[in-house]
């Protein structure tokens, strides 16, 4: 097929497909699948990492990604980009679509074009669209020290008192409070249907943790975090995950409603649910973050208006946390038929320490 305008060269990027759970992703939905290719971290940084990125201009503007036989454009955002030797680095979101989707019965493989001409840089709402479910998405990526939401909603995360923030990488430390007066608030739009799922990334440093990430729906239901434990209060009951948090890790915590049922995940993998007493109807969500606990941090939030499945989660934790042993990345290839670009020898990374991504 024919290689976007412009295009120069590119790297193939390929999933293993043994990281992903049968029926990937959900039908009809997008799926956001984070890229990193780290040299200080050895993330990724093999194949012809180097030489693409190099040769990329400046915040990555002459850059598209395509699925491998070029006929589907994958949405992206430039989560974090150095060409500082040493300590190069590219963190990509990638917006896969359903009709590009990542397979758990194959390897699929995507490009990386450098040299583009014409049409998007880069679409972050593509990568977690509005009309996939997604109401708001905050990477904590943005070097202004905000929380900038990805969908085209726009609801920025508005500092409570002073949290500290530290833009370290994909999953890394957004945020964090270190009171119980500190954090970002954000109000959103509506929920438009009374299935909903929270999502966000925890690294607690207090096993006596009290009170902290409270996401609220009309002030009569939260989700928030109590003594390490996922917890979810609907006015009348209050009902709790049965894992707990693992105290200075970044742990991954969802919490999905979906009618009269709570479900809770803890990396990955179901803990618990529990029947509720009432369901209310759609409205305005505010969630916020403090902690009564010293240092502790936050990142990637997500509030979506629906259930992702569970092989939805599954994946995207092991995706998440093992980074490294989830994409192989190909030589760089000349387009237009001129063969490949010699490089120099790089080392192949092995799988990331859980949390420590970027």
Request: charge should be negative; proline fraction near 4%.
């Amino acid at each position: 097929m024919a290689d976007p305008a412009g295009a120069t060269n590119y790297i193939t990027i390929t999933a293993d497909r043994t990281k992903l759970a049968a029926s990937m992703p959900d039908a009809g939905n997008t799926f956001a699948a984070d890229l990193v290719i780290d040299q200080a971290a050895a993330i990724n940084y093999e194949g012809g990492a180097q030489t693409f990125i190099d040769g990329l201009l400046a915040n990555c503007t002459d850059l598209r990604v395509f699925t491998d036989d070029t006929l589907i454009e994958v949405p992206f955002g430039v989560k974090q980009f150095s060409q500082v030797a040493g300590s190069r680095k590219l963190i990509l979101g990638l917006g896969i679509p359903s009709t590009a989707p990542l397979l758990s019965s194959a390897d699929t493989t995507y490009r990386l074009y450098r040299g583009c001409t014409g049409g998007t840089f880069e679409n972050k709402a593509g990568v977690v669209p509005t009309a996939d479910g997604w109401v708001g998405c905050w990477p904590g990526e943005d070097p202004s020290g905000n929380l900038t939401d990805w969908t085209a909603g726009g609801y920025h995360g508005v500092p409570a008192g002073t949290p500290t923030y530290s833009q370290v990488g994909q999953v890394g430390g957004a945020v964090g409070c270190d009171d119980t007066a500190d954090g970002f608030v954000v109000t959103g739009a509506n929920l438009s249907s009374a299935t909903y799922s929270w999502s966000l990334w925890l690294k607690p440093t207090n096993a006596g943790s009290v009170s902290c990430i409270v996401f609220n729906q009309l002030n009569a239901m939260q989700c928030y975090l109590s003594s390490l434990r996922p917890r979810y209060a609907d006015g009348f009951l209050d009902r709790g995950a049965t894992a707990l948090l693992t105290v200075n890790e970044w742990n991954h915590v969802v919490w999905q409603v979906a009618g009269l049922q709570v479900s809770f995940y803890v990396n990955g993998a179901s803990a618990g649910s529990g029947a509720l007493v009432q369901q209310f109807a759609p409205t305005t969500f505010t969630w916020g973050g403090w902690w009564g606990d010293p240092d502790s941090q936050y990142d990637e939030m997500c509030i979506e208006n629906l259930a992702r499945s569970a092989n939805w989660v599954t994946s995207y934790y092991n995706m998440t946390s093992a980074n490294g042993a989830f994409w192989t990345v190909g030589d760089v290839v000349a387009v237009g038929g001129g063969g490949r670009i010699i490089r120099p020898m790089l080392y192949r990374s092995g799988p990331a320490i859980k949390g420590v991504i970027g």
